[in-house]
């Protein structure tokens, strides 16, 4: 196990007291949490920033661009009108439809909120580029309103844990999303949505799951059948 896992994630190996999904999402996080520049001072025009340059895209890849544009354009306004000397940054990322949406949702919100970000989650799906997942990293780490996060990191950690057949449509299905709002911390929700990425991340990883030393492994339905068959 040395060297795969740290000293701080031991306490996470199964063995560890049982406890609810929520609790242990949100210790995970306070005690070995990624350290990322965009999760460090938390505005709402820093989170929109970072997950537009996280859409598929290796976190260490945006770290120093996410540095470049935050510290030089703290703002929507100030961003939107330096966009032609920042586009060659953004295009080193790759996909350069992203260009086209993220000016598209910045002069979006310069013309109807004066460059402010909105918190309503209906006003932040009409900016250009910005979905479901977008709208509620923005209310949660850049508002601090619980919201419900249904990326492929919680549905892969959710149809493990309750044993669901996961499918392009699940994260769209109303009782999934129910089932994953239930877990969601209404006093932490910014603790609890970055352990949920984080111990996706880190233990219930997309190909080899850390199912053997897992701490939820004799709650989750996967971990049990994995176990059983071993
Ligand atoms: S036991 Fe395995 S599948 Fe279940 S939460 Fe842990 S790592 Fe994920």
Known sequence: MEG??????????????EMDITTFLIQFYNE?????????????????????LLQRTRADQVEPVF????????????LYHGFEEVKHAIQSLGRSCRLHYFKAGLEYLLDNYSGEIPSDRQKLMAVPGIGDYIAAAIRIFGFGIPDVIVDTNAVRFFCRFYGLQSTPETRRRKSFIELVTRHVSVSNCVEYSYGLLDFAARFCQPVRPLCDICALKFQCKNGNIIKKYN
Not at 6 to 14: E, T, W
């Open 4 to 17: 795969i896992i740290d000293k701080k994630q031991q306490k996470f190996i199964c063995g560890y007291n």
């Open 32 to 52: 070995c949490g990624r350290d990322y520049p965009w999760r460090n001072e938390r505005t709402p025009f820093k989170v929109y920033l970072s997950e537009v």
């Open 67 to 78: 540095r470049y544009l935050a510290t030089r354009y703290p703002d929507v306004k100030t």
